[in-house]
């Protein structure tokens, strides 16, 4: 059954509780399903209008979430007053939670090699029951088809449910959208999940998470790598935002 769903500068966002978000993840895991699931937030639907590739990729996922305070509002708005924001971080977390308690194999894509290699520690302390899979640190460059279909045999052949995805955005989604199909598992978009866990990046203390600032605190982390993104991006959402906030909801 599909979600009830709105969109968003364009792309489709589902109207969902934490429950009902992890609860299709761990079904479709259990039914060994190849799925996408993309984790949306403003820099990505902006970046979606320009990116005719990263617009079909969202616009073919099986289920977009909404990471960002932002876009929770505006669904809150729309029709949805209990909608929340479902973070990366945090939606990576519960689903692990799951799979430990299912026994559901997990493989991680993504991250440096130092910094997988410390998130497989901290997982290992955490969820000491989960059936962790197998890991891989790609090469920061595009991929060859070739590589793609070696690391797609790699995840199948290790028997993952679940294929834990951090490469940022919009590799991962362009990614995921390529190998639907050939990756036998749900696959999850996290993006910087991986380093948030890995203790490598300090995530912003919950209130301002809750206030809706944790990119600003992201932002002053890294000021000069992540200003372009950051300023950019939200100049142009809010822009967009009187038009938005006119639109209803469409299913």
Same mark, same amino acid.
């Given at each position: 059954m599909?979600?009830?769903h709105?969109p ?6 589902d ?7 992890v609860?299709?993840?761990v079904?479709w895991? !259990?039914?060994g399903a190849?799925?996408m699931v993309?984790?949306?937030?403003v820099?990505?639907?902006v970046?979606a209008r320009s990116?005719a590739?990263l ?5 073919d996922?099986d ?6 305070a932002?876009?929770?509002?505006l669904m ?5 007053p209990e !909608? !929340? ?6 939606m990576?977390?519960?689903?692990l939670?799951?799979a !430990?308690?299912?026994?559901?194999p997990?493989f991680?894509?993504?991250g440096s090699?130092?910094a ?6 901290t997982?290992?302390?955490s969820f ?17 088809d070739?590589e ?6 790699r ?9 834990l995805?951090g490469?940022?955005?919009p590799?991962?989604?362009k990614?995921?959208?390529?190998q ?5 598992a749900?696959?999850l ?16 203390p ?13 932002l ?14 939200n100049a ?8 938005e906030?006119?639109r209803?909801?469409?299913?």
């Amino acid at each position: 059954m599909p979600f009830s769903h709105t969109p968003l500068l364009g792309t489709r966002i589902d109207a969902l509780s934490w429950e009902q978000a992890v609860g299709r993840i761990v079904r479709w895991a !259990q039914a060994g399903a190849s799925r996408m699931v993309c984790l949306c937030n403003v820099h990505s639907l902006v970046t979606a209008r320009s990116d005719a590739d990263l617009a079909r990729a969202l616009a073919d996922a099986d289920l977009n979430s909404p990471d960002g305070a932002p876009l929770a509002w505006l669904m809150r708005r729309r029709g949805w007053p209990e !909608q !929340q924001r479902m973070s990366g971080p945090d939606m990576m977390w519960k689903v692990l939670d799951e799979a !430990q308690r299912l026994q559901l194999p997990v493989f991680l894509l993504g991250g440096s090699p130092s910094a997988l290699e410390k998130l497989v520690v901290t997982l290992g302390s955490s969820f000491p029951a989960l059936p962790l899979a197998g890991h891989l640190s790609p090469p920061f460059r595009a991929l060859t088809d070739d590589e793609n279909a070696t690391i797609a045999e790699r995840v199948n052949a290790s028997g993952a449910r679940i294929l834990l995805v951090g490469l940022g955005c919009p590799k991962q989604e362009k990614w995921m959208a390529a190998q639907r199909g050939r990756v036998q598992a749900v696959m999850l978009g996290v993006g910087a999940a991986f380093d948030y866990h890995a203790g490598v990046i300090a995530r912003a203390p919950v209130g301002w998470q809750r206030a809706g600032f944790e990119w600003l605190y992201r932002l002053l982390q890294e000021p000069t790598r992540l200003a372009s993104r950051y300023l950019l991006t939200n100049a142009l959402f809010l822009l967009s935002l009187p038009r938005e906030l006119w639109r209803r909801p469409s299913g």
